[in-house]
């Protein structure tokens, strides 16, 4: 992380139920710039932050349709560019090709797929504190504030039952 | 991602480890290797050194070293190719049909098998160059005109081949890459020294944040959802190398299913001989159980009673055809010159899976151990009987032949297996064999009030 770590608040979480109701509560607040870390990806967690669904799968559409799309103009025109005639038969055979569309289909479908995720992660990267326990067993929020509204967070987390409340200067 | 919890702590269901033991237990894995795993990387590599002396050998001599008779142009490289290619389709069926379906207990070998699956792919893909014996122009696969502006023929099943086995390598590389960033991230911190550079590196900024996940999960999902008929017209792809050429044995339109589960079959068999010992020199006990075993050895039982009953309707069709090369080529399978080969095939694929149906052996990881190997040994004899046996015994008698393969092809297959456990024990001590996240996943992450969430 190159960006310089804003001051705030973060806080860890042992269960699932706090931390969703902490961030309920902060988004009651007003608060939309946290940052949430969970070991893995929870339905509880999402549904609380309320994220509109991910733009990856229009990566994964239009990569798909242009596999496609390639697939089908290549196998066409290579065999349109030098044509093997064989006994007054179409010369671009499409059936055959079939093949061909449907490999680059997955494989620009999948490149697109992951290039949407590295894409979209990077995006909407926030610099924020981070403790190594939230790839292992914490679920992790943090809130940017200054100084004034420090202590209202802090106690926010506290009541909701942070198992650790760190102050980040 | 599977969603479906795993059923209340009983005696048979020990409790749930917690996410910081599931952290630790798979963490230990890695780290500083002991002797024996450099006894057995200086063995594995020693045979990949002969095997390279032979494929030299051969490109300074020509094909001319590997055994090839006329007709039989086709032999152990091309067997080897299509048995790797085969090894190679567990390892999707776990992590993208087995994800796509939610059952949960794939967390838990899933990793190894898709380890097993890129792997595998990569020492398929060596086959078909040392096949074509000049290396050096390997590249004529790729669609490009030659100097005559002739562009390659899109209605060979060939290039189809290229095609299909290099989407499946780039694929099933992205998905366990995919896979692999969350772990990598939990191992960064608690990695020390030089790993922690490394796995920083490697883990790609991963912290666990909601809006990853967010994208993460969705993209995972589409992944699983293009692999999955990927996974199925791989292999069928690589039938019909063989099913659109009208070699009797052959030119069958059972082709494409019977190789797609033939490759499963030989797939989950792969899977069952690696993780018995990986299991229990990583203790894994607690992550990989009995249970896990029984559920494989489910799939090794349906995709062989599937392997079985092709290799029934081939004779049958055959017979039933009243084509009289047919009905020539496959009574010579059974008692022709390589009578020895088909029968090996016939007992360890369509015989010896059937003691499958009994529970005991199921839940019996020696047997299915033994078992596994058994059905490897069957599935490159598959290959052999279909791809050689055919060609020595095709329309006319008097081109009729016998192949017999030299010490060349012997030594370069060794030296594919080589290859192939290399890559899988350099793997093993760098990156966890066992999902540490998709593990979590399948325990309840802890609450502290009890009602279900809304």
Known sequence: MSAAIPSGV???????????????????????????????????????????????????????????????????????????????????????????????????????????????????????????????????????????????????????????????? | MATTARPEPTAAHPPHPTYHEVTRDIAATLGSPKRGYFVLMGFVLTVLAAGALALLYQV???????????????????????FWVGIAHSGTLISAILYLFRSAWRTAVYRTAEAMTVFAVMTAGLFPLIHVGRLWYAYWLVPYPNQRGLWVNFKSPLVWDVFAVSTYFTVSTLFLLVGLVPDVASIRDKATGWRKKFYRITALGWRGTDQQWRHYTKAYLYMAALATPLVLSVHSVVSWDFAMSIVPGWHATIFA??????????????????????????????????????????????????????YGMEYFIAWYSGNPFERASFWNRAFGDYWWATWTMILCNGVLPLLLWFPKVRRSIPALFVMSLFVNLGMWFERFVIIVVSLSFE????????????????????????????????????????????????????????????
């Not at chain 1, 290039?115 to 679920?139: C, E, M, S, W």
């Not at chain 2, 019977?258 to 068999?269: E, T």
């Open chain 1, 10 to 169: 973060l806080a860890g979480f042992r269960h699932v139920d706090d931390a969703a109701h902490a961030i309920r509560e902060l988004k009651a607040l007003g608060y939309d710039d946290f940052t949430v870390y969970s070991p893995v990806p929870n339905h509880e967690i999402a549904d609380a932050v309320g994220h509109r669904i991910s733009p990856v799968r229009t990566w994964t559409l239009v990569g798909g349709l242009t596999g496609f799309g390639s697939g089908l103009l290549m196998t066409m025109w290579m065999s349109l560019d030098y044509p093997v005639v064989v006994g007054g038969k179409p010369i671009p055979s499409v059936i055959p090709y079939i093949v061909i569309m449907f490999e680059l289909t997955i494989l620009l479908g999948a490149l697109a797929t992951v290039t949407g995720l590295v894409v979209h992660a990077v995006k909407n990267r926030r610099a924020a504190a981070y403790d190594p326990h939230f790839t292992d067993d914490q679920i992790g929020v943090f809130v940017p504030c200054g100084a004034e509204r420090r202590t209202a967070v802090q106690q926010l987390f506290q009541k909701s039952g942070a198992e650790e409340v760190r102050l980040e200067a």
């Open chain 2, 257 to 310: 299913p019977y190789f797609v589960a033939g490759a499963i079959y030989s797939g989950v068999a792969m899977v069952i001989t690696l993780i018995v010992p990986l299991r229990k020199v990583f203790r894994l006990e607690r992550y990989i159980t009995v249970m896990h075993f029984e559920n494989l050895s489910k799939l090794l039982l349906l995709t062989g009673m599937i392997v079985g009953y092709a």
């Open chain 2, 395 to 454: 329309y006319e008698p008097y081109a009729m032949g016998h192949y017999t393969p030299s010490w060349v092809d012997w030594t370069v297959l060794a030296g594919s297996f080589a290859w192939f456990f290399m890559w899988f024990l350099l793997f093993a001590k760098n990156f966890p064999t066992v999902s540490i996240t998709e593990v979590k996943e399948i325990i309840p992450m802890p609450r502290r009030r009890k009602e279900a969430p809304a």
């Open chain 2, 60 to 82: 300074r001599w020509g094909l001319g070293v590997a055994g090839y008779t006329p007709p039989v142009m086709w032999g152990v490289y091309i067997t080897t190719f299509v």
